[in-house]
C-alpha cells in the first residue's frame, strides 16, 4: 500500500506540475541571442538583423516565442527580423494560426521568411506564413507545401496557390510558378548570410534596408559584409517542452516513465527509477496535451502495463505478458493520427525500440528482478508443501507469509482469507508467489507426506 500511495503522489505532482507547465510556457524570459558580428567596423554600425529559429511542429510555445520576437524586433533597434523555418505541421487552431499570420503581415518591422538551411521543408498551415511575410526565400533542397485551406483571404503563391494547396515544390518549381515574394537569386539563399545580404537594399513598406556594405581592399578586390545578426531561439526550459511535444519523444518518455513506474512499484523503497519515471511521465503527459493523440490508443498503453504488472507480481511471463505486448504494439502504430496531410505516427525507428525495449523489460528484465528481489531459497520449493507459516499481512487474496526467516509472497482463495499474524499452510507453489490456506479447517491429504512430529506425540 504504501509504494501504491508514492505512485499515486507521483502521477499527482504530474499532473499538477503540467498545469503549471501550460499556465506558464508563454511566459519564460527570452534568451540572450547569438550575435553573428562582422569584422568591418563599418558593417557593425548599420542597423541589426534579428533571426529566430522556428524548428518543428509549431505549437502553442513556437508561436507565442514567434510573436515575442516580433515585438522585440519592432522595439529593440533590429531593421528586420527573419524567420528561420523548418516545420512539417501546425498542433495549434486555425484560430491562433490565423492571429499569428495578421501578427506577421501587419508588423511595423519588415519580417522575412528563411526555409533552411538545405533538406528543410515548410509544409502545413506553417507555410502560409509566407504569405503574410514581407520577403521569402528558401535554401536549394527545400520543399514548402501542403498548405491546406487559406487562413485568411489573399493568401497567395501565385501560380502556385492551388498546387501548394495539396503538394509539395522544390525551389526551383517554387521560384518558376512564383510562390516567392521578392525573389532574392536564382540559386536560392544556402545559408542565413545569404538571405541576410540579399535583403540589403529592398524597399519594404518605405522603408529600404541596409543589411550589407561592400568593402575595396587594398589588393584591388571587393569584399562583401553584413551587419550584425542576432540570433534568437528558445530557451532551455521552452525547448524542452517543446521537443517533449514531438510524438516520438512524448512516446518514448510515456513508455519509459510508465515502466519505470512499475519497476519501483515492484521494489523497495523510493529510488532513482521512481524520481526519473515521473519526470519523464511529466513531460509525455505535457507532449500528449499538445499532440492530437488517439484516446483509444493511449488508454490501451495503460491497459498493457496493467497487463505486464499482473505477470511481474508472479516473477513468470504467461498469458497477461503477451496480452500487453499485443495491444501495445497496436496501441503504439494508432497513437497518433494524421493532420494538415502529414502523418504524426512514430517512425518505425521509434517503434522498433519502444516495442522491443517493453518486451525485453517485461519477458526478461522485470520478471528476474521480481524473483531476485523475493530470492528465498527457490531449489528444492516443493518441500514447503505442507509448510506452515506466519501471515505477515493479511492475504486476501495476495498477501506475504513468513516462513522460518525467508519471505514470500503468497496468494489464498477469496472464500478463505487468513489474517495478518494467523497460521497459514502451503498447499501449492505458482512462480514465487505461494499458495496458502488457514492452518485449521484446510485440507492436508496429499500435501502431508506422513504425520507431523507434534501429532505423533498427542498420539502417544
Known amino acids: 500500500?504504501?509504494?501504491?500511495?508514492?505512485?499515486?503522489?507521483?502521477?499527482?505532482?504530474?499532473?499538477?506540475?503540467?498545469?503549471?507547465?501550460?499556465?506558464?510556457?508563454?511566459?519564460?524570459?527570452?534568451?540572450?541571442?547569438?550575435?553573428?558580428?562582422?569584422?568591418?567596423p563599418t558593417a557593425q554600425s548599420l542597423a541589426p538583423v534579428d533571426v529566430f529559429q522556428v524548428s518543428g511542429l509549431i505549437d502553442?510555445?513556437?508561436?507565442?516565442?514567434?510573436?515575442?520576437?516580433?515585438?522585440?524586433?519592432?522595439?529593440?533597434?533590429?531593421?528586420?527580423l527573419v524567420l528561420q523555418i523548418n516545420s512539417k505541421a501546425s498542433l495549434v487552431g486555425r484560430d491562433?494560426?490565423?492571429?499569428?499570420?495578421?501578427?506577421?503581415?501587419?508588423?511595423?518591422?519588415?519580417?522575412?521568411?528563411?526555409?533552411?538551411?538545405?533538406?528543410?521543408?515548410?509544409?502545413?498551415?506553417?507555410?502560409?506564413?509566407?504569405?503574410?511575410?514581407?520577403?521569402?526565400?528558401?535554401?536549394?533542397?527545400t520543399k514548402i507545401g501542403k498548405s491546406g485551406t487559406a487562413l485568411v483571404d489573399g493568401v497567395e503563391f501565385g501560380e502556385a496557390t492551388e498546387i501548394l494547396r495539396t503538394q509539395t515544390l522544390g525551389f526551383q518549381d517554387a521560384r518558376r510558378a512564383g510562390a516567392l515574394k521578392l525573389e532574392i537569386s536564382d540559386e536560392g539563399a544556402p545559408t542565413i548570410r545569404n538571405m541576410v545580404y540579399a535583403?540589403?537594399?529592398?524597399?519594404?513598406?518605405?522603408?529600404?534596408?541596409?543589411?550589407?556594405?561592400?568593402?575595396?581592399?587594398?589588393?584591388?578586390?571587393?569584399?562583401?559584409?553584413?551587419?550584425?545578426?542576432?540570433?534568437?531561439?528558445?530557451?532551455?526550459?521552452?525547448?524542452?517542452?517543446?521537443?517533449?511535444?514531438?510524438?516520438p519523444v512524448a512516446y518514448l518518455f510515456l513508455l519509459i516513465g510508465l515502466a519505470l513506474l512499475i519497476f519501483e512499484f515492484f521494489t523497495a523503497g523510493i529510488g532513482v527509477a521512481g524520481v526519473v519515471g515521473a519526470v519523464l511521465l511529466l513531460l509525455s503527459f505535457y507532449g500528449l496535451g499538445e499532440l492530437p493523440e488517439q484516446n483509444w490508443a493511449l488508454a490501451l498503453i495503460f491497459f498493457s502495463m496493467f497487463a505486464f504488472a499482473i505477470d511481474v507480481q508472479v516473477g513468470v511471463p504467461r498469458l497477461w505478458t503477451g496480452v500487453g505486448i499485443a495491444t501495445f504494439s497496436l496501441a503504439s502504430w494508432f497513437l497518433f493520427p494524421v493532420i494538415d496531410q502529414h502523418s504524426l505516427r512514430v517512425s518505425w525507428l521509434s517503434l522498433l525500440v519502444g516495442i522491443g525495449g517493453i518486451a525485453l523489460t517485461f519477458i526478461s528484465g522485470m520478471p528476474s528482478m521480481t524473483r531476485t528481489r523475493f530470492a528465498t531459497p527457490t531449489i528444492g520449493r516443493e518441500r514447503l508443501i505442507g509448510e506452515i507459516g506466519k501471515a505477515i499481512s493479511d492475504i486476501s487474496p495476495d498477501g506475504a507469509v513468513q516462513i522460518g526467516a525467508a519471505?514470500?509472497?503468497?496468494?489464498?482463495?477469496?472464500?478463505?482469507?487468513?489474517?495478518?499474524?494467523?497460521?497459514?499452510?502451503?498447499?501449492?507453489?505458482?512462480?514465487?508467489?505461494?499458495?496458502?490456506?488457514?492452518?485449521?479447517?484446510?485440507?492436508?491429504?496429499?500435501?502431508?507426506?506422513?504425520?507431523?512430529?507434534?501429532?505423533?506425540?498427542?498420539e502417544k
Open 1 to 40: 500500500m504504501r509504494r501504491l500511495a508514492i505512485v499515486f503522489i507521483a502521477v499527482g505532482f504530474v499532473l499538477g506540475f503540467v498545469d503549471v507547465a501550460h499556465a506558464s510556457s508563454g511566459s519564460e524570459p527570452p534568451q540572450e541571442p547569438a550575435v553573428l558580428m562582422s569584422t568591418n
Open 60 to 80: 502553442n510555445i513556437v508561436v507565442d516565442a514567434i510573436e515575442r520576437a516580433i515585438t522585440d524586433a519592432e522595439s529593440n533597434g533590429a531593421q528586420a
Open 199 to 247: 535583403l540589403d537594399g529592398l524597399q519594404i513598406d518605405g522603408v529600404v534596408l541596409d543589411t550589407a556594405i561592400e568593402t575595396l581592399n587594398d589588393d584591388g578586390t571587393v569584399s562583401n559584409d553584413i551587419t550584425t545578426v542576432r540570433f534568437h531561439k528558445l530557451g532551455l526550459w521552452a525547448q524542452l517542452l517543446h521537443t517533449s511535444a514531438s510524438p
Open 96 to 141: 491562433k494560426m490565423r492571429d499569428l499570420y495578421l501578427r506577421i503581415e501587419n508588423a511595423s518591422v519588415p519580417i522575412a521568411i528563411w526555409v533552411g538551411p538545405s533538406g528543410s521543408k515548410a509544409t502545413g498551415l506553417g507555410v502560409q506564413l509566407l504569405s503574410a511575410a514581407d520577403v521569402t526565400g528558401m535554401a536549394p533542397g
Open 407 to 458: 519471505r514470500w509472497k503468497a496468494r489464498t482463495n477469496r472464500a478463505t482469507p487468513v489474517k495478518a499474524g494467523e497460521m497459514a499452510r502451503v498447499v501449492a507453489i505458482d512462480g514465487i508467489v505461494l499458495q496458502v490456506e488457514p492452518e485449521a479447517g484446510g485440507a492436508r491429504d496429499y500435501r502431508q507426506r506422513g504425520p507431523k512430529k507434534d501429532e505423533v506425540l498427542e
